[in-house]
Nanobody, 120 residues
Framework: QVQLVESGGGLVQPGGSLRLSCAAS????????MGWYRQAPGKERELVAS???????NYADSVKGRFTISRDNAKNTVYLQMNSLKPEDTAVYYC??????????????WGQGTLVTVSS
């Protein structure tokens, strides 16, 4: 079974930091782009950051300069370092891999989500 498993969410005070991790498991040949999305209560899911296999990155304007996405291709893992967190960053964060190559074809995968709460 091919899946993405996230970790690292939790409660943090404004101005604090958290690091999210997302590891892919299963019979995977290759993962192309990976990304992080978030969904706050009552809002639509939005792209936070994405990274290509070669390391090119893209960020939502709201997180530029505060969040950093990175990946370890050997471990099929993507990270999101979140600094200077604000209450408006509170959301469920989801890992996404839109094109995972396996022995039986291409798949899009989503993680189960991890809750990040920024509050004093």
């Amino acid at each position: 079974q091919v899946q993405l498993v996230e970790s690292g969410g939790g409660l943090v005070q404004p101005g604090g930091s958290l690091r999210l991790s997302c590891a892919a498991s299963g019979s995977i040949f290759r993962i192309n782009a990976m990304g992080w999305y978030r969904q706050a209560p009552g809002k639509e899911r939005e792209l936070v950051a994405s990274i290509t296999r070669s390391g090119s990155t893209n960020y939502a304007d709201s997180v530029k300069g505060r969040f950093t996405i990175s990946r370890d291709n050997a471990k099929n893992t993507v990270y999101l370092q979140m600094n200077s967190l604000k209450p408006e960053d509170t959301a469920v964060y989801y890992c996404n891999a839109p094109a995972v190559v396996t022995a039986v074809g291409y798949f899009e995968l989503w993680g189960q989500g991890t809750l990040v709460t920024v509050s004093s």
